[in-house]
């Protein structure tokens, strides 16, 4: 009897559970202090890799090469090229005019260009710029049985199955005799195809001059054919003022329908990253990241060794094991692009005659800075893990894991009916309309739809009959009816996890309270505050309940009963479960039999007030219902 008194329901004593509690509240404090180290390194690690001079690098490039037009005709820019007169307008005009800056603004030579041009007089011309282009052979399409009388060549498009790999023109010199593509060089994803390294490729001289008599004699001799692809402009710029390298790549594409898209690349990348003091600063940011993988890659080993298939059970933990994935790999990209730079960055600045291919370097490092920037972001996060012990954010974790089932069965309902408007879309407005375009497109279009975006016009001029039915129905189905069933799920599985939070389910402790009690203990140890006794931790405990009780809406003499209940309460728990009775058997006084009857017809009062508000609430109901 006396063993069993000093046992909790939980079969736990009350001291050890306590003791329990702080120990894992500590720990929590504790690791979320460290990792609040890393998330900080991290930021600066990131934050220190790009600066607003790439932005601005990258606008004045662009506006150069892609705004400038031809001069007598306003309308012809890089952007409007869309015949094969004005391509060549813009290669003997605008690029031609970007690419050479062979004099300051009164016509005075203020440096040797004998090496290089210097673009805005600030941005050095790494080498030569190249051009290449790729075609496809004859006869990679078949043409229809009624009109092979009419035409004998068909050019499909562009596939490294049907790519020509024989010469072609004067077949003298490079650009008219194809040059194998090199294995490590990626490919580049355009409008119409994905197309490899290689092809007929030239580089352009030195001499403004000869640069035009080169295009002069391209254009005059057929240079581009109906069996013309695609045209790769590729150069690079360094920028010592900023320390930036800028990788320019200007394609334009001739799809099999004819006619030229044009599209672009713009990389300001630091390869050169350890130069000034702050570089050095970064450097060691990053040796501390690796110091935090390392530790947090053996803390998530130790757990799974302790916890073994429990631990792939909480979805924190597959949070932690795809932050560390995306830690390592974003590592590993560090170090092959640095040790890349290594390699080649000599190599290329050896020569000055020949094209420099940075394209390889920056398409690296872009895809370092979108590691690094999924990483971070991950990171960002994993703070809820620690904040999800506040009771807002506890809430917010709460509704969610609640309601996820009804999210999943509304969500497979939701693009059931998404994907067939989608569908709907792309057959009907596809071939009119660029929204709709592809079914990628209609995807994306019926989002932006939703959040207010839409061209009504376009759709109205496609299809009058068809077009306004989709917007009216879509709108209706998917604006009206399907998102406010979504946000009624969340907001009744909010209203239930609150109602459970105001009658006392909630967190066991809150990191903000363990924050809160620190920052007391500590003022308490440095007698800056006088130490708080029991009785003024208990008042200012009641206070603190019986002001939340009245923000949740009970009146005065609620209030007092439950306190008078509590106070019963703690009083019985004291003499029936307290761990310093010894005895096996202890008498029941009459006085606390009258103390046991008095608690047990107050716990009666309370049922009987249950019961009658039940009553009223379900009277309500059936009201509502007639």
Known sequence: MAEASRWHLGGTPKHKLHYRKEVEMRTTLQ??????????????????????????????????????????????????????????????????EGLYWDSWYNNKNLYDLKNSSRIYYENILLGVPRVRQLKVRNNTCKVHSS????????????????????????????????????????????????????GYIFTLPKSKSETLNKFINLRMNSWITRSTRVIFIDFSLYNANVNLFCIIRLVAEFPATGGILTSWQFYSVKLLRYVSYYDYFIASCEITFCIFLIVFTTQEVLKIKEFKSAYFKSSWNWLELLLLVLCFV????????????????????????????????????????????????????????????????????????????????????????????????????????????????????????????????????????????YFITFIFFVFFVLLNMFLAIINDTYSEVKADYSIGRRPDFELGKMIKKSY????????????????????????????????????????????????????????????????????????????????????EKELHYVSLKLNRVMRKVSALQY
């Open 31 to 96: 690791e979320f202090l460290l990792y609040l180290i890393f998330l900080i390194n991290l930021c600066i690690l990131t934050f220190g890799m790009v600066n607003p001079h790439m932005y601005y690098l990258n606008k004045v490039m662009s506006s150069l090469f892609l705004d400038t037009s031809v001069h007598g005709e306003e309308r012809i820019n890089f952007k409007s090229i869309r015949s094969i007169t004005d391509f060549w307008k813009f290669m003997e005009g605008p690029l031609l």
């Open 147 to 198: 009109f092979r009388s009419l035409m004998n060549e068909c050019y499909d498009k562009y596939t490294s199955e049907n790519e020509d790999l024989s010469d072609f023109g004067l077949k003298y010199d490079t650009e008219w005799k194809y040059s194998a593509p090199i294995i490590n060089s990626p490919w580049h994803w355009g409008f119409t195809g994905v197309y490899r390294n290689g």
């Open 330 to 469: 974003a590592v590993f990209f560090n170090s092959y692009c640095n040790i890349q730079t290594f390699l080649l960055l000599g190599q290329l600045l050896k020569s000055t005659e020949k094209y420099s291919d940075f394209y390889f370097l920056a398409h690296w490092h872009i895809y370092y800075n979108n590691i690094i920037a999924i990483t971070i972001f991950f990171a960002w996060i994993k703070i809820f893990k620690f904040i999800s012990f506040n009771k807002t954010m506890s809430q917010l974790s709460s509704t969610l894991s609640r309601c996820i089932k009804d999210i999943v069965g509304f969500a497979i309902m939701f693009f059931i009916i998404f994907f067939a408007y989608a569908q709907l879309g792309f057959l009907v407005f596809g071939s009119q309309v660029d929204d709709f375009s592809t079914f990628q497109n209609s995807i994306f279009t019926q989002f932006r739809i939703v959040l207010g975006d839409f061209n009504f016009a376009g759709i109205q001029q496609a299809s009058r009959i068809l077009g306004p039915i």
């Open 520 to 603: 007391h203990n500590a003022l308490e140890k440095l007698k800056l505050k006088k130490p708080e006794t029991d009785e003024d931790k208990k008042s200012r405990k009641s206070r603190d309940l019986a002001e939340q009780a009245r923000r949740e809406g009970f009146d005065e003499k609620e209030i007092q009963s439950a306190e008078q209940m509590k106070k019963w309460k703690e009083r019985l728990e004291k003499k029936y479960y307290s761990t310093e009775i010894q005895d096996d058997y202890q008498p029941v006084t009459q006085q606390e039999f009258r103390d046991l009857f008095l608690y047990a017809v107050e716990l």
